[in-house]
């Protein structure tokens, strides 16, 4: 068997017989303590997340080449949250077209925006947690403009309530304002918000 961590080839690992995810932790615990691995690849074929779910618990064949790269922690969370941070940027003007939308009458086309855009929040709020994870801290405990983000995040859960209850309620007049005067703004805070702590992450990381 052939294992190549970030294209350097590495002594055979004692896993004959083994399955992919006890050669991975294996790799991990030995060459890549303080790193991520985040590409997997079994005989020049990389592996996507439905693939390694279903190659993980399998044994690897002697003659297999498996390819491992890995990512620097610090830099896959501002990574992550600068491109956050871009999506929120994106996200604003949006709301606009959707209240222009729900004015006009054309509900159905509206809804189908709506969702997209509570999917970026739901999305900020799992990322928020998973970046934390890697770092070994709660970013929300952070602050932005004086406040800690999990305060923000507050702000963020009660405009939602009130989002989700005129959905409830079939209320486009309220859906409209919420879209045209309250979210905006909020995506706005959020890209920089974001900005702001990737870039802490990143100053941090790099002893500035």
């Given at each position: 068997m ?15 017989d083994g399955?992919l995810?006890e050669?991975?932790?294996?790799v ?6 303080e ?20 190659h993980?618990?399998q044994a ?13 922690r610090?830099v896959?969370?501002?990574?992550a ?8 940027d ?8 959707v ?5 006009a009458?054309?509900i159905?086309s509206?809804m ?14 799992r990322?928020?947690a998973?970046?934390?994870?890697l770092?070994g801290?709660d970013l929300?405990?952070r ?11 507050e ?11 005129a959905?409830?309620?079939n209320?486009?007049v309220l ?5 045209r ?13 974001l900005?702001s ?9 790099s002893?500035a």
């Amino acid at each position: 068997m052939i294992v190549t961590l970030d294209g350097q080839r590495l002594d055979e690992p004692h896993t004959a017989d083994g399955t992919l995810q006890e050669l991975v932790d294996h790799v991990r615990d030995s060459h890549a303590r303080e790193r991520l691995i985040v590409s997997v690849s079994v005989n020049g074929t990389r592996l996507g997340d439905a693939e390694l779910d279903a190659h993980l618990p399998q044994a690897i064949p002697g003659d297999a080449q498996v390819d491992l790269e890995t990512g620097d922690r610090i830099v896959l969370v501002r990574d992550a949250l600068r491109g956050l941070a871009a999506e929120f940027d994106e996200a604003t003007g949006r709301h606009a077209e959707v209240a222009d939308r729900l004015a006009a009458g054309e509900i159905e086309s509206a809804m189908r925006d709506v969702a997209g855009l509570l999917e970026v929040w739901q999305t900020c709020q799992r990322a928020l947690a998973q970046c934390g994870g890697l770092l070994g801290e709660d970013l929300t405990q952070r602050t932005y403009d004086g406040r800690p983000v999990n305060a923000h995040l507050e702000d963020v859960i009660g405009r939602l309530g009130e989002l989700r209850q005129a959905l409830q309620d079939n209320d486009a007049v309220l859906l409209g304002d919420l879209f045209r005067y309250e979210l905006p703004p909020l995506c706005e805070t959020w890209g920089r918000l974001l900005a702001s702590v990737a870039e802490e992450v990143g100053a941090e990381a790099s002893g500035a």
